[in-house]
């Protein structure tokens, strides 16, 4: 009776799609993604607010099919905000029964301590010029582990300075790389030049990785890909 009642559970799916991934530690690797509908905040740059409402109701067991058609091992569940719908966490926990790699792209805003412990968490910090930094849920860096990772999407020098002291006062920037998540930082796209970024991050020897999003590069902003 258990198992049939979870795969009666639908969410609302924005959609699912095939490509490579853009971002974070699985970069250029070829990805299913499953893209939840809704989210509560309102980041000032986001480039997906068409996943902000819409979407089909699937059930799981027509989500875990359609992931499958691809016939691939990693799956980015990915919004809108998946954590904001409540069977977000059975959705990875199904995915991880079922032998999949799977990554979740959430933002800072939600605990992210339910998760499942096979799932590698990327936490986005919000920082000031997005608008949503008060939202930040900042026991979710208390949890973290090595094999999740962190994401700063950064607008200005503002947001730079902002993100390092944030690190700072957690201790991040003073433990080894493999005994933190792994830490990123993105520029806004045609906000704040990468080259600047770049220049900041070397300048001050920070032990972060610069990030550029690789399928805005090969697609622009083209939807599903």
Not at 1 to 16: D, F, G, P, V, Y
Not at 57 to 73: C, Q
Not at 100 to 125: H, I, Q
Request: proline content about 4%.
């Amino acid at each position: 009776m258990h198992a049939r009642t979870e795969t009666a559970l639908n969410l609302r799916i924005s959609e699912i799609f095939f490509s490579l991934q853009g971002e974070a530690a699985t970069a250029g690797l070829p990805t299913v993604f499953v893209r939840l509908t809704g989210c509560p905040l309102r980041c000032s740059w986001c480039d997906t607010a068409y996943a902000f409402q819409g979407g089909e109701s699937l059930s799981l067991d027509a989500i875990l099919s359609t992931v499958a058609d691809f016939g691939v091992t990693a799956v980015c569940v990915t919004g809108g905000e998946p954590l904001a719908q409540k069977n977000g966490l059975i959705l990875l926990v199904a995915l991880c029964d079922a032998g999949y790699e799977v990554s979740l792209e959430t933002s800072g805003a939600l605990d992210v301590s339910a998760v499942d412990a096979r799932v590698s968490r990327v936490v986005d910090v919000k920082c000031p010029g997005s608008g949503e930094s008060e939202k930040n849920r900042w026991d979710n860096l208390k949890v973290l582990t090595p094999q999740d990772q962190l994401k700063f999407v950064l607008a200005d020098r503002n947001d730079y300075d902002w993100a390092v002291a944030q690190l700072q006062d957690f201790g991040l920037l003073q433990q080894a790389r493999g005994e933190r998540p792994e830490i990123w930082f993105s520029p806004v796209a045609d906000q704040l030049n990468p080259t600047e970024l770049a220049d900041w991050i070397v300048a001050d020897c920070l032990p972060v990785r610069l990030q550029l999003q690789l399928h805005k590069l090969l697609w622009q902003d083209a939807k599903g890909r």
